[in-house]
């Protein structure tokens, strides 16, 4: 979930301080009304496509691959709600086909030797470092004209975001999207179950423990699931899938904090160069190493590290670094999610300095 952290709530405020502006005419705020119309007009349009899942399954027309997949996402639905204390609403309810590949598409852009995010400042959200469009073209836009200005860009697809369940009625609440909805049985159920457990909890402002907390549910929750349903393959499948994970970040952290170091050094301009081009090389030499050992031959990162870069690397951070502490909580709490649930609610609520200190002590 590195990739989507970013605009787990941008894009719900976003939308909503978009309409307002658009609704009231203010022109005032110049070249900005229209990013923030595309970000109303998205959104809404993304909610207007949904419809009921029940009436999915009653139209003959619905293809039965889909079809499938929609009964197993209620499946997973409500064991969500009555395994894992998850919210009982709305949410993955009703399914949207956007006729695309994505939800929305994000660009990030750093300078040739350094690792800052280029930032931009909305209303409501306030600054952050990356560009969000409901529209490839309109990203891939703004990445070239970036470029001619000398920045190094990355456009990446995001397939699902999320408003947190903050925003108001069932019309309004996070569709199934077509963008994410056949993907595999673990991955449909992690992605539900990870992102329904932001609507129980979610401290302001600090993105490892929300991320770490998610990860953990959504772990614990589809393995409870598969073990349930008797599909210890699957499970293991997961499992792998997590090793894969770990071996990634390892990967590209060692890289982006020698990118960092040598950015940081006095070296000069060309000398620095040279570093960065070594440093990918020695990071895509490590990724082909690992495919052909540990993995098997495990091609699903070979995109990611054939365009990998500054922008690439800059967007990783060490989202999951405590999600054995929130795995410890949940065996410390009897495996109890009600329980669970409550006590990450009651850390939440705590000054950030107070929350860690908790937490590590579980």
């Known amino acids: 979930m590195t990739l989507q952290v970013r605009v787990k709530r941008w894009m719900g405020r976003l939308a909503l301080a978009a309409a307002v502006l658009g609704l009231s005419g203010c022109a005032q705020v110049g070249s900005q009304v229209g990013y923030y119309w595309q ?3 998205g959104h809404l349009g993304l909610l207007n496509a949904a419809r009921p899942v029940s009436d999915w399954l009653a139209d003959p027309a619905t293809p039965a691959d889909l079809r499938e997949r929609l009964q197993l996402s209620q499946t997973l639905r409500d064991y969500a709600v009555r395994e894992l204390a998850l919210p009982d609403n709305a949410s993955y309810r009703r399914y949207a086909d956007l006729k695309r590949s994505a939800a929305v598409w994000n660009v990030v ?6 690792l800052d995010l280029k930032t931009w400042c909305v209303l409501v959200v306030g600054c952050v470092g990356y560009r969000g469009y409901f529209d490839r073209s309109e990203a891939d836009a703004l990445a070239e004209q970036l470029r001619g200005e000398g920045w ?4 990446y697809a995001v397939p699902a975001y999320s408003t947190l369940g903050k925003l108001p009625g069932r019309w309004f609440a996070d569709p199934l999207l077509n963008t994410f909805i056949r993907d595999g049985d673990v991955a449909l159920a992690r992605l539900m179950f990870h992102e329904l ?3 129980v909890a979610y401290a302001e402002d600090d993105t490892v423990f929300n991320e770490s907390y998610a990860t953990a549910v959504e772990r614990i929750g589809s393995a409870q699931w598969l073990r349930g349903a008797g599909r210890e393959a699957l499970l293991a ?13 390892a990967l590209t952290q060692r890289a982006r904090a020698a ?3 040598l950015y940081a050094s006095p070296a ?14 020695q990071l895509r030499a490590d990724h082909a190493a690992l495919k052909a050992g540990d993995w098997g031959g495990y091609a699903g990162y070979d995109r990611w590290f054939a365009s990998a870069g500054n922008p690439q690397l800059a967007i990783l951070g060490a989202y999951n670094d405590r999600v054995g502490d929130f795995e410890r909580l949940f065996e410390r709490v009897g495996r109890d999610w009600p329980r669970f649930h409550a006590e990450v609610q ?8 107070e929350r860690d200190a908790a937490l590590a002590r579980h």
């Open 259 to 261: 990118l960092l170091a």
């Open 109 to 114: 852009a750093t300078r040739e030797l350094s």
């Open 237 to 249: 499948e997961a499992e792998a899938q997590d090793r894969r994970r770990e071996q990634f970040r």
């Open 152 to 155: 190094e860009t990355y456009v």
């Open 346 to 353: 009651r850390l939440a609520a705590l000054p950030k300095a």
């Open 268 to 281: 000069a301009d060309e000398t620095k160069r040279q570093g960065k081009a070594q440093i990918l090389a």
């Open 197 to 199: 457990s932001h609507q």
């Open 39 to 41: 970000s109303a007009t």
